[in-house]
């Protein structure tokens, strides 16, 4: 009957619907967890041992750490790498005034504010080029901050 066609017809839909919703939060290859890293005081960021020295560091396994420090209008290090197959833990936090740390194309989007660590755990399965940006007003040149995330 037509009754059993268009109840197929829903079923149909929704699954999709759920497959793409599921799709869009994972994003390509990456799962993420966001937690919080505590806080932090701006003026002493370097004397922090994950900010001493900012950048990827391989923790063991497929792990690594990412620690990055958004000031006016850059990150620091501007540009990170990681291998393919690795679970990555970003500690992120603000020198000055609130920024986002933001990496295209994946759900990785976070607000980084002065005396806060963000901290987000994602993993990365395929290689690839992601650009990172701040799209949180930040000031006169908020839209040139930017980054880059490779997947090697
Ligand atoms: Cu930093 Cu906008």
Redesign the pocket.
């Given at each position: 009957t037509y009754e059993k066609t268009w109840l197929a017809v829903a079923m149909v839909l929704i699954v999709g619907f759920i497959a793409t919703v599921t799709y869009g939060a994972v994003g390509p290859g990456i799962a993420m967890i966001d937690d919080d890293g505590g806080s932090i005081d701006p003026d002493t960021i370097n004397d922090d041992e994950r900010f001493s020295e900012t950048g990827v560091t391989h923790v063991g396994g497929n792990e690594y750490e990412a620690n990055i420090v958004?000031q006016?209008?850059s990150y620091s290090p501007s540009e990170i790498t990681v291998p393919a197959n690795s679970e990555v833990t970003f500690y992120v936090t603000s020198r000055d005034v609130t920024?986002s740390f933001t990496v295209v194309g994946t759900n990785i989007n976070t607000m980084v504010v002065p005396g806060e660590v963000s901290q987000m755990t994602a993993e990365f399965d395929e290689p690839g080029e992601y650009g990172i940006l701040?799209n949180?007003?930040?000031g006169e040149y908020?839209h040139t901050?930017e980054g880059k995330l490779n997947v090697v």
């Open positions: 958004a006016a209008w920024h701040c949180e007003y930040c908020h901050m």
